[in-house]
């Protein structure tokens, strides 16, 4: 079994910044790529930031010089900083982790439960 936790997200003025962890433990051998994404009511989820596991990184458009996705190997624990926010990032943001559980190259996608943040004055 793989659980992913998810911390950090809460309630925010326009301009703010929040920095939300995801930190994933069980059955793991090995993470791969890690990832933020998002959801709105009403909209169907979407990416906002992946990292591989040698830490190249890649973004949406909406969020490009705006949030930053970093990792720590070590704790297998992804982050996003997010800074200068607004309105229109208010979702619920979910954590993904692509695993391996054992030394063969097969992964298996796991996510978090989601952490809310609110984007308001």
């Known amino acids: 079994q793989v659980q992913l936790v998810e911390s950090g997200g809460g309630l925010v003025q326009p301009g703010g910044s929040l920095r939300l962890s995801c930190a994933a433990s069980g059955s793991i051998f090995r993470v791969n790529a890690m990832g933020w994404y998002r959801q709105a009511p009403g909209n169907q989820r979407e990416l906002v930031a992946t990292?591989?596991?040698?830490?190249?990184?890649n973004y949406a458009d909406s969020v490009k010089g705006r949030f930053t996705i970093s990792r720590d190997n070590a704790k297998n624990t992804v982050y996003l900083q997010m800074n200068s926010l607004k309105p229109e990032d208010t979702a619920v943001y979910y954590c993904n982790a692509q695993v391996q559980t054992t030394p063969y190259p097969y992964t298996s996608a796991h996510w978090g439960q989601g952490t809310q943040v609110t984007v308001s004055s």
């Open positions: 990292i591989t596991g040698g830490g190249n990184t």
